[in-house]
């Protein structure tokens, strides 16, 4: 598909709803696509690149949306989902432990999720956050792309050994539901590839081909 067309998919993309813990999220119908990622990942910026929209994660850092899980519509029952960013310091105790439940509940059950996209800056190591996560999807066999995020700070050499190792990391824990991709939202570095895989999990494609 061109960029172009591929873009296109993103058109109409418009903030459905913020679901703070306890809340209802909207009906569990079509397909949709979550972002989860430490804060400060780059998450955002990817969410902004991928869309081709710059403000579009500032509509999940309005107060009171950061803590929540926030929807976007792109029509025909597709949805983009901004998870809050996890392992903020400043952020209350109280509303961090809330973070668990929330997400871990969300990746389990929820039967219009379609793939998960994890950014990791590339410069670090895997926690047991990202573990968590990775383990949430596994229990639901549910497709994850780890973006290694801000890849321009690394030299070419270098970005490849990251790659190598996070490769490694994923096969030694038998992830095979689990892709892991260099990514820059500031260079384009991967972006067209994590783009395709959003576009494959929406099933943009097989919906907007000519019948
Ligand atoms: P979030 O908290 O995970 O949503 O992260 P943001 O998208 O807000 O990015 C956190 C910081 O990393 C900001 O200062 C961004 O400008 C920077 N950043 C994000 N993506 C990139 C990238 O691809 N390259 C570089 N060099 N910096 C980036």
């Not at 996890?86 to 509303?95: I, N, Q, R, S, T």
Request: proline share 5%.
């Amino acid at each position: 598909m061109a960029k172009r067309d591929s873009l296109a998919a993103f058109h109409a993309i418009r903030f459905l709803q913020s679901v703070p813990f306890g809340v209802r999220p909207p009906a569990d119908r079509g397909r949709e696509v979550a972002f989860a990622g430490r804060s400060n990942s780059g998450k955002s910026s990817a969410l902004n690149a991928l869309t081709g929209r710059r403000g579009l994660a500032r509509a999940s850092r309005t107060p009171g949306r950061t803590q929540a899980i926030n929807f976007f519509d792109l029509g025909d029952e597709t949805r983009l989902v901004d998870l809050p960013g996890y392992g903020y310091a400043k952020v209350p105790e109280a509303l961090q432990r809330q973070w668990r439940p929330l997400i871990e509940d969300y990746l389990q059950h929820r039967d219009s999720l379609s793939g998960l996209m994890l950014t990791v800056d590339c410069r670090r190591e895997p926690t047991e956050l990202e573990t968590l996560l990775l383990d949430w999807c596994a229990h639901s066999a549910m497709p994850v792309r780890l973006l290694l995020t801000k890849a321009d700070k690394l030299g070419r050499g270098e970005a490849a050994t990251v790659l190598r190792r996070w490769r490694a990391w994923l096969a030694e824990q038998g992830r095979t539901q689990v892709e892991v991709q260099l990514f820059s939202s500031q260079t384009g570095t991967g972006i067209d590839e994590a783009r395709e895989a959003l576009l494959d999990w929406l099933n943009f494609r097989q919906k907007k081909a000519p019948a």
